[in-house]
C-alpha cells in the first residue's frame, strides 16, 4: 500500500490487515489520552501528532515510504518520535538507527506494548514539545 495524503486517519487505519490495525488502534488511543492537545493529521499517509512541531507518528508496515519500507516490515508498526535525540531515553526504548533526530520503537504484536512506557514517553515529548512554545530551542 502506498501513502496516500487524501484519506483521513480513521481511513488509514480502517485499510489496515488486521494484525497491524489492532496496534495502530491502541497506539492512537494512547496518543490521544496522552496529548490532547496536539492536532491529529494524515501525512506521507499515516497518522502524525504535532503541536508547536511535528511530535510523533505511528507507521504500519504496510504503508510504503522510500527504499527501506521493505526492512522495515519484519520490524513491524513503528511508533516515532520526531525529537527523539532530546529525550533522556534512560532506558533505550527509542532506537536511533543512525539518525540523528527521529527515534522510534517498533511492534509485532499489541501484546508487546507497554502502556505505562508509552505514556511516559508521550509525556516527555509533550514537554520537550512545550519547550518550542516561544519559537526559540532550548537546550
Request: aromatic fraction near 10%; hydrophobic fraction near 35%; proline fraction near 4%.
Amino acid at each position: 500500500m502506498m501513502c496516500d495524503s487524501s484519506r483521513t486517519v480513521d481511513e488509514i487505519v480502517m485499510s489496515l490487515p488486521k494484525t497491524e490495525q489492532v496496534i495502530v488502534k491502541r497506539l492512537r488511543a494512547l496518543v490521544l489520552e496522552c496529548l490532547p492537545l496536539a492536532e491529529e493529521k494524515n501525512s506521507y499517509g499515516v497518522p502524525f501528532y504535532r503541536r508547536n512541531r511535528m511530535i510523533c507518528f505511528i507507521w504500519p508496515p504496510s504503508i510504503s515510504w522510500g527504499e527501506k519500507s521493505e526492512a522495515n516490515k519484519s520490524k513491524g508498526v513503528t511508533l516515532g518520535f520526531c525529537q527523539g535525540n532530546l529525550f533522556a531515553n534512560d532506558e533505550g526504548a527509542l532506537l536511533a538507527e543512525g539518525r540523528k533526530q527521529v527515534y522510534c520503537m517498533y511492534f509485532r504484536e499489541v501484546k508487546e506494548i507497554n502502556d505505562d512506557q508509552i505514556r511516559a514517553l508521550l509525556y516527555e515529548a509533550e514537554l520537550i514539545d512545550n519547550s518550542f512554545k516561544s519559537g526559540k530551542k532550548k537546550k
